[in-house]
């Protein structure tokens, strides 16, 4: 059974970076049949997709974050890492790692809530 | 990015009954569309993909049908454990898109 544990911060300052990461058990990442994603959710937006990134490092983002966001690979510790640059209020939210089976999440972490405020 | 418009945004019901949550692309998808169940403080589970095929484990009372832009999502003999919120997601063009939700409570 694949589970997936997000970490990371629960508070961050506006301008900051935000950092989590995703510790994948149950399953290698290095997998070529799926890819691995981040969606966060909040009251005010929604459900939202952030990026997504492949086995062999591909990542595909959503323009509207794209310019702020970094993501990453760590196959020896099997997880994967989010970066979210020039945080403000808005992009406080749950945030959830996901393992993507034809880019549809089949599996999601617990989530984790990252406040955004001074 | 596609948008995707799911209604109702809120439905009550009753144990035993059936009830159909509709999401409308704003663009032919094909029948790349996902449906998710969220409980409250839970992450989201995947029903559904590619319009109507049953992720594994999930019971065949919940359904989904369409096609191009108009898709739906059928639960029968609703029990209370299936009183939740549901989402759908588009995934055929970059970024997926979720719909805004439905949620589904008690009456």
């Known amino acids: 059974q694949v589970q997936l544990q997000e970490s990371g911060p629960g508070l961050v300052k506006p301008s900051e970076t935000l950092s989590l990461t995703c510790l994948v058990s149950g399953g290698s990442i290095s997998s070529s049949s799926y890819h691995w994603g981040w969606i966060r959710q909040s009251p005010g937006k929604g459900l939202e997709w952030i990026a997504a990134i492949y086995y062999d490092g591909t990542i595909f983002h959503n323009p509207s974050l794209r310019s702020r966001v970094s993501l990453s690979l760590d196959t020896s510790k099997n997880q994967l890492s989010l970066g979210l640059g020039s945080v403000t209020a808005a992009d406080t939210a749950v945030y959830y790692c996901a393992r993507l089976k034809r880019s549809v999440p089949d599996y999601w972490g617990q989530g984790i809530l990252v406040t955004v405020s001074s | 990015d596609i948008q995707v418009t799911q209604s109702p945004s809120s439905l009550s019901a009753s144990v035993g009954d059936r009830v159909t949550i509709t999401c409308r692309a704003s663009?032919?998808?094909?029948?790349?569309l996902a449906w998710f169940q969220q409980k409250p403080g839970k992450a989201p589970k995947s029903l559904i993909y590619?319009?109507?095929s049953l992720e594994s484990g999930v019971p065949s009372k919940f359904s989904g049908s369409g096609s191009g832009t108009d898709f739906t999502l059928t639960i029968s003999s609703l029990q209370p454990e299936d009183f939740a919120t549901y989402y759908c997601?588009?995934?055929?063009?970059?970024?997926?898109?979720f719909g805004q939700g439905t949620k589904l409570a008690i009456k």
């Open positions: 590619a319009a109507s």
């Open positions: 997601l588009q995934y055929y063009t970059y970024p997926p898109t």
């Open positions: 663009q032919g998808i094909a029948n790349y």
